[in-house]
């Protein structure tokens, strides 16, 4: 019935009570103790295995609240009853409340990281938004240029417009693709063939000093993988 029948020095040190004062008290009542879970539960896992543990909050003869780490051996009888019980108990309020405190200062520096990102996610869409005007002039000024200017239909003036909206185009697909940088690294994008070699050769025509006259000779196999060309 929890009658308390043994009280150890190491416990008249923890609660503050003497062994005189805690003979024949019932463990629950002298201690205020609150069980994680219904007695009668707890009783059923003693009767069924002889053991029990979990954590227990308890209070001092002076008030003190106390949360204890508490393993139970019973002792049964031939009707599987539980005759006695031996409780101990260790100390573990300091250590709960660092784990609190602890978790109390995650759950801070997360919504402090959740609002600094948001703030640069809504940065980087206004950055980028305002980067991809002047490409879409440059490509719809190329596109003039090709409909109205007789000398830019030949080479190598045609090549050159060419290469500028080809730029302008690949441009802005990077400025896409780091607005939705997000979404790159929370989802699975979809993959398909990927020709490298026309991937390398379109990255190339970017570069100036790589094209003609300069004396670089360059060639490209088709080289397939299964990836994603954005990234």
Wanted: one cysteine or more; aromatic letters at 6%; charged letters at 30%.
């Amino acid at each position: 019935d929890g009658t308390i029948t043994f009280w150890s020095e190491g416990a008249q040190r923890l609660y503050g009570w003497s062994r005189e004062e805690a003979l024949g008290r019932r463990t629950i009542e002298l201690l205020h103790t609150e069980l994680p879970e219904p007695l009668e539960s707890m009783v059923a896992k003693l009767r069924g295995g002889g053991t029990w543990s979990g954590e227990l909050r308890q209070t001092t003869r002076d008030g003190r609240p106390l949360v204890v780490e508490s393993y139970w051996l019973a002792e049964l009888n031939q009707r599987g009853e539980v005759e006695e019980l031996l409780e101990s108990n260790t100390d573990i309020t300091e250590r709960k409340r660092l784990q609190e405190h602890l978790e109390e200062a995650v759950a801070e520096r997360t919504a402090k990281l959740r609002e600094a990102m948001a703030e640069l996610e809504h940065m980087s869409y206004s950055m980028v938004h305002d980067m991809r005007a002047p490409l879409r002039a440059m490509q719809s000024f190329a596109g003039l240029l090709l409909e109205q200017c007789a000398e830019c239909s030949h080479p190598p003036n045609l090549d050159y417009i060419h290469r500028i909206r080809d730029a302008s185009i690949r441009l802005d697909h990077l400025l896409t693709d780091a607005l939705n940088y997000n979404r790159v690294v929370s989802e699975d994008l979809p993959t398909g063939p990927v020709d490298l070699g026309r991937l390398l050769q379109g990255m190339l025509k970017t570069y100036p000093n790589l094209q003609p006259p300069a004396k670089i000779n360059l060639e490209f196999e088709r080289l397939l993988v299964l990836g994603n060309e954005s990234l």
